[in-house]
């Protein structure tokens, strides 16, 4: 009988030290209650509590995860939007949330499904969808004013999803085209004038210097007869020449055509001329003594 009784003995004390004898993991931290009341904390690592008498509730203090489930929400703007979301929470004070409240995560969950209904009902669709950002951080500070009593701390929040109404995904399409359109408009009239200030100044510099049109006329037609094609073009700079030039040719042709007046020199008066020797000869009289001129003799005679 003694060793049947020391067996039995040996196996109670093993069943006290087993009920006795509590391990605390390093991500948590145990809330000791004895006889009901809270005693304290207890820190990680091996703890004897006594059966019976106390209990140790372990309550992790890692980061939870976790999902918002969908909220039919309708805005500011009346549209109906289904959001979706994700919060993150610890535990900072292992007594508080023990004793202050039932359930920490059912809790939370409730609480955050609320928050987001409320805060995103106060924003319209657009902003809904420009300024994330902004309801995160409105939810947050929500969450945070009343999980403070319960020892939790929310660390982020953040929506994750927002379905719209096809009806709205049509009419925002429709939007944003009309948006691109009109950004494209006004991008093409700056552009315009941007071209038209810097035609403006070309101008005036062909203005300044006239062969630099005849310049650009010539690159003109240089250009358009890369291409095989069968129209000829002539700028009108080009065609105001060709009309000078007939205008010039025809009157070149008129006075071509023309009589052409020979100039009168006038009347100039012949010097005398030298006496020869018939008219020498001629002169030659010889005078009688009667008084009556007498023929010439011959000359041939007198020699």
């Known amino acids: 009988m003694t060793p049947l009784i020391l067996g039995v003995v040996l196996l109670l004390v093993l069943i006290v030290l087993g009920m006795a004898v509590r391990i605390v993991q390093q991500y948590e931290e145990g809330v000791l209650f004895r006889l009901g009341r809270v005693v304290g904390d207890r820190g990680p690592g091996l703890r004897l509590i006594i059966p019976f008498i106390d209990v140790l509730h372990r309550v992790s203090l890692r980061i939870v995860t976790m999902p918002i489930q969908s909220q039919g929400i309708i805005t500011r703007d009346n549209v109906s939007v289904d959001v979706s979301a994700v919060a993150y929470y610890k535990v900072v004070d292992a007594e508080k949330s023990v004793v202050a409240i039932e359930n920490v995560r059912s809790a939370i969950d409730q609480i955050a499904q609320t928050t987001l209904r409320k805060v995103v009902g106060q924003h319209t669709l657009d902003q809904t969808l420009s ?11 929500i969450l945070d004013v009343t ?23 049509r009419a925002l399409a429709r939007q944003a085209e009309a948006e691109r359109e009109k950004r494209a408009k006004i991008i ?29 006329n010539l690159q003109s037609l ?11 073009v002539f700028p009108a700079p080009l065609m105001s020449t060709i009309a000078e030039l007939g205008a010039f040719l ?17 009347p100039t008066a012949t010097p005398a001329a030298a006496p020869t020797a018939a008219s020498a000869a001629s ?15 011959d ?3 007198m020699g």
């Not at 309801?135 to 947050?140: A, E, G, K, V, Y």
């Not at 240089?222 to 000829?232: P, Q, R, S």
């Not at 025809?250 to 006038?266: H, M, S, Y």
């Open 222 to 232: 240089v250009e358009i007869g890369v291409d095989k094609n069968t129209t000829v």
């Open 299 to 301: 000359l041939t005679d």
């Open 147 to 169: 999980t403070v009593d319960w020892g939790v701390e929310v660390t982020l929040v953040e929506l994750k999803d927002i379905q719209l109404p096809d009806s709205m995904k």
């Open 188 to 216: 093409n009239a700056e552009g315009e004038s941007l071209a038209a200030a810097a035609l403006g100044e070309a101008s005036d510099t062909m203005m300044a210097h006239p062969l630099a049109l005849q310049l650009r």
């Open 283 to 297: 002169a030659l009289v010889t005078v009688g003594t009667n008084g009556h001129q007498s023929p010439p003799a």
């Open 250 to 266: 025809a009157r070149e042709t008129a006075a071509a055509r023309a009589p052409i007046a020979t100039p009168v020199a006038p």
């Open 131 to 141: 300024e994330t950002d902004k309801i995160n951080l409105d939810i947050r500070k």
